[in-house]
């Protein structure tokens, strides 16, 4: 069965910086897209970054959050810097197998003016 936990979330200053791991087990992810999602209160869930063959990201995001993986692990990263307030939701970590999607428990991320 596949398993997505989250971990690294917390409080923390604008300004200042997080990792986000997400774990995965129950398969070899290696062939996968793995994505990260973030729900604010009030607003629906969208998307972050994404690593496949390539890596992308939303525009919000581009230049200070970079996704990276340890496939050996089957773990991946994301590395938030230079925090915002408007950065503060929960994050998920997502994968798709063929037509199933895989989500996380996610973890919050709170980010102080």
């Not at 069965?1 to 979330?9: A, R, T, W």
């Not at 290696?30 to 970054?49: H, I, K, L």
């Not at 692990?73 to 994968?95: F, G, I, R, W």
Request: charged share 15%.
């Amino acid at each position: 069965q596949v398993q997505l936990i989250e971990s690294g979330g917390g409080l923390v200053q604008a300004g200042g910086s997080l990792r986000l791991s997400c774990a995965a087990s129950g398969r070899t992810f290696s062939s996968n897209a793995m994505d990260w999602f973030r729900q604010a209160p009030g607003e629906e869930r969208e998307f972050v970054a994404g690593s496949g063959g390539i890596t992308y990201y939303a525009d919000s995001v581009k230049g200070r959050f970079t996704v990276s993986r340890d496939n050996a692990k089957n773990t991946v990263y994301l590395q938030m810097n230079s925090l915002e307030p408007e950065d503060t939701a929960v994050y998920y970590c997502h994968t798709r197998v063929g037509i199933h999607n895989y989500w996380g428990q996610g973890t919050q991320v709170t980010v102080s003016s």
